[in-house]
């Protein structure tokens, strides 16, 4: 009994023991915990401490405005508010959203979507709920600002774009960054709700034009209430930039196209500022600007006319005979065009296959080939040439390659050689398609913005320029480098010309404005202005085919026109796309209406427009009555009562007039003519008195001057 109890007695000391050396171990660990809250973390924990009376609010900068070559305001911002929701309330968000639905005016399933959008973001990162709140929405908030306080108003400035779709291709659009932005190492820096550019100008210099935001400190209660301010950091505004358009030839450019479906670009070929960018279809930039209608989103995406697309610079089309302008400068540097002379019969073909000319031209030469825009001529010259020397001389000149414009999404095009050929079909060139290719067709493709660059750079003397649209003197060096980085393409470049080949060639452009039988715009030229160009036709398909189809409009060839002036060494290059336009003069009939707009301006600065030629006299026949005279006082109430009877049957008169704005001008055709002869160059002050004094009196109502004058 005894070796047990002291067995029993050695076990209880070692369970104390344990139990000593358990406590310690827990002080010790009680006391590193308190030595690392209260000495290690103590600025941690204090921001924790302030982040429970204190929140961030951002405070969004305003972006940067644009305006144009003479610094005329063309994107603005206007104010506006926007109502985020805020999870930090420690409440339960799902109930209240049916309540904040109606409240907002808002779609309860989309407002859940969105929040089901941000659900992976952190919990102090307000959601953006609605944007451009109105007043009576306001309201509802400061109203229910005890039940719902999770909503909460940020003021901040949003885009406000011209009206019509003004130059919206090149201004671009600005728009909430996507998940799959988020994704790109170009959107590092954002957060989801952030507003970035999306296309055009907004999308390219977006780093300038957003600026930097910035924050204010609120100090708030236990329920989250507002009850102060603790700190602000301002936001820094975004950079304004001037564009180089020039709102007036824009507008001119975008009534010229009209609703037509293709694309305009006026560029200044000396130095590559654009000056006008018309795409159509347009869209409104300001559906963006707020948050585009899912409904209208899907309206623009499937619309077979592509409106989002900037057709300037991504509508990859053949030129057509525009490309003969480029084949003449090959024919001419080789030698071979000069001593070319031949007849066209209407068409060519030499290797099997009749390839067809418009018309009959008869006897062509290379100066009368381009007003022709003769294709037996250039299948000719094409095969003479051979392909590899066509390909040689496209390359100089930039087919099939980027112009490196300033712009997002630019197309390159397509240049086709043999080495293509193998390459993309696997199998060898053959001499027919040398011909094709020779008129601008076949496989070859270029956008518009090519096309400028390239003819322009012809007219100049072989000099070409890379296009842009924001001038670069308002960027930093580094800036201007990593814009010809991110947008690669052929610049600026010199392609020697002959003097005497450059003659021809641009004498040639001019014939194809002025009157001559089979000159193929001899209707659109513009007097007292040197003004050529090249029209260009690209069929969609062949002669064959298009005999077979009953489609209308839509198996019409697109036509092209690039037009300068003046023709050597021009200060505007104007290139017009119509799909789908049929004739290639109704492109010329355009592109002369922004060249004459241009012309005009540059007069009007200068003062030395010319004078307005009077407009003829207006014919006008005119029959009226002239009331009998009222009783006689001193009759008798019989011929009173007979003259009130009768009173207002007065007499029916008629005549044959010629007035202009400032009256009568003459009562029969050989005097108007004459009053014309004396008016031309002149401007009248008073209506001529060649109409009979009396008939002048009567139908003195007629002129519109006249009814004008104060009556006494």
């Known amino acids: 009994m005894a070796f047990s109890s002291n067995r029993g007695e050695k076990l209880s000391s070692l369970k104390l023991t344990f139990v000593q050396y358990g406590i310690l171990l827990l002080m010790l660990g009680l006391a590193a915990g308190l030595w690392r809250l209260q000495v290690l973390n103590v600025d941690n924990y204090r921001v924790l401490a302030e982040q429970n009376r204190i929140r961030k609010e951002p405070i969004l900068a305003p972006r940067g405005k644009l305006f ?20 930090e309330q420690n409440r339960n968000v799902d109930a209240d959203l049916p309540e904040i639905a109606h409240g907002l005016d808002l779609n309860l399933d989309q407002l859940r979507a969105t929040l089901h959008h941000y659900r992976s973001q952190p919990g102090y990162q307000p959601i953006p709920i609605k944007q451009d709140v109105t007043a009576d929405e306001q309201a509802f908030i400061a109203a229910h600002r005890n039940e719902l306080p999770e909503l909460e108003t940020i003021d901040e400035e949003r885009r406000l774009y011209p009206r019509d779709g ?106 590559g500022e654009i000056l006008a960018m018309v795409s159509r279809p347009s869209f409104d930039p300001n559906e963006f600007a707020v948050k585009i209608d899912r409904t209208d989103w899907n309206k623009l995406i499937t619309d077979p006319d592509h409106p989002l697309m900037n057709k300037t610079i991504q509508a990859q089309l053949a030129p057509g005979s525009t490309f003969k302008i480029m084949m003449s400068v090959a024919g001419l540097q080789e030698g071979i065009a000069q001593n070319m002379h031949i007849v066209c019969n209407g068409g060519w073909g030499p290797y099997g296959y009749f390839h067809h000319c418009d018309e009959h031209h008869g006897a062509v030469d290379i100066y009368n080939a381009i007003p022709y825009s003769c294709d037996t001529f250039y299948y000719m010259l094409g095969d003479k040439l051979g392909i590899d ?108 010309i002959d003097p005497a080949n450059w003659e021809i060639i641009t004498n040639g452009m001019y014939e194809v404005t002025q009157p001559g039988l089979y000159h193929t715009a001899a209707a659109e030229g513009l007097p007292g202005i040197d003004f050529a160009g090249k029209t260009g036709t690209a069929q969609e ?59 005009n301006k540059k007069r009007r600065l200068a003062g030395n427009l010319p004078p307005v030629k009077a407009a003829a006299p207006t014919e006008v026949g005119a029959v009226w009555t002239t009331p009998d005279s009222g009783p006689d006082s001193r009759g008798s109430r019989k011929n009173a009562a007979a003259s009130e009877e009768n009173l207002g049957a007065g007499r029916i008169h008629s005549g044959h007039f010629f007035v202009d704005s400032n009256g009568i001008v003459a009562e029969d055709p050989k005097a108007a003519q004459k009053s014309a002869t004396r008016q031309s160059g002149t401007r009248r002050t008073t209506p001529l008195a060649t109409a009979s004094t009396k008939n002048a009196q009567q139908v003195a109502a007629l002129s519109p001057a006249r009814q004008k004058e104060p009556q006494p």
Not at 430 to 440: K, M, S
Not at 451 to 473: E, K, M, N, Q, T
Request: glycine letters at 10%; proline letters at 6%.
């Open 166 to 271: 003004f130059a919206s291709h090149l201004i671009g659009y600005v728009g909430e960054v996507s998940e799959d932005d988020l994704n790109n190492p170009r959107f590092a820096y954002y957060e989801p709700g952030d507003v970035v550019g999306k296309a055009g100008v907004e999308e390219t210099y977006d780093e300038l034009l957003r600026g930097k935001d910035g924050s204010r400190e609120v100090i708030v209660d236990s329920r989250g209430r507002e009850v102060g301010y603790f700190g602000i950091e301002h936001a820094e505004p975004g950079t304004d930039l001037r564009l180089t358009i020039d709102n007036d030839l824009q507008r001119a450019a975008e009534l010229a196209m009209g609703d037509r479906n293709g694309a305009i670009v006026a560029m200044d070929p000396r130095n």
């Open 389 to 496: 020397r066509i390909v040689k001389y496209a390359n100089e000149f930039g087919y099939g390659q980027k112009t490196g414009i300033d712009l997002p999404g630019e197309q390159s095009g397509l240049m086709p050689s043999p080495d293509w050929l193998i390459k993309n079909f696997h199998h060898r060139w053959y001499p027919d398609e040398t011909l094709d290719v020779a008129i601008g067709q076949g496989a070859v493709e270029a956008t518009p913005i090519q096309l400028a660059r390239i003819i322009g750079g012809i007219a100049s003397g072989g000099h070409l320029v890379r296009p842009h649209v924001v001038f670069p003197d308002q960027l930093s060096s580094d800036f201007n480098k990593s814009l010809e980085d991110s947008f690669p393409g052929t610049g600026a470049a010199y392609v020697p």
């Open 68 to 87: 144009d070559r003479e610094k005329r305001l063309v994107v603005d911002n206007y104010p506006s508010v926007t109502c985020f929701l805020v999870r």
């Open 541 to 599: 398909m062949s002669h064959e085919a298009l005999e077979k189809t009953n489609k209308g409009q839509a198996t019409y060839p697109n036509v092209w026109f690039v037009g300068v002036t003046p023709r050597r060494n021009p200060e505007l290059v104007v290139a017009v796309l119509w799909q789908n336009g049929n004739k290639s003069w109704f492109a010329a009939r355009i592109g002369a209406q922004v060249v004459e707009a241009f012309v």
